[in-house]
């Protein structure tokens, strides 16, 4: 009797992710949350963006979510502060328009506010 030819044991193949799954970059999705954040909390939302860009620089990926959170955080934060200043100033010349006319003292509108012109 003969022995039986046995081929040689075929190598496995690698297995890989499911097609279609995405690798996963660490603060990519806080990236993301931080941009509708930084619309409307701009502060927040800028330190949501600077801790997103952190977590995927350290992994070495790039986080593109997180550079527009931040960029869309300080442009609301500088508007924010310009229409703050400009109802500042608004509301200064409504001031200076009640004493437009009057010498200084302290005088009460038709409505009962009291104005202290300079």
Known sequence: MTD???????PTPPTYAAAGTPA?????????????????????????GF???SQSKKAGA???P????IIVGFVTLLLTIIAIVGLIALGAAALSA???????????????????CP
Do not use: H
């Open 98 to 116: 009640q004493c437009d006319g009057l010498d200084s003292g302290v005088y009460t509108t038709d409505t009962g506010v009291t104005v202290t």
């Open 66 to 69: 997180a550079t527009i959170a």
């Open 4 to 10: 039986p030819i046995i081929p040689p044991a075929q």
């Open 24 to 48: 996963t970059v660490p603060g990519k999705t806080l990236g993301i949350v931080a941009i509708p954040v930084a619309i409307f909390f701009s502060v927040i939302g800028i330190i949501l």
């Open 62 to 64: 790039k986080n593109t």
């Open 51 to 53: 801790v997103a860009k």
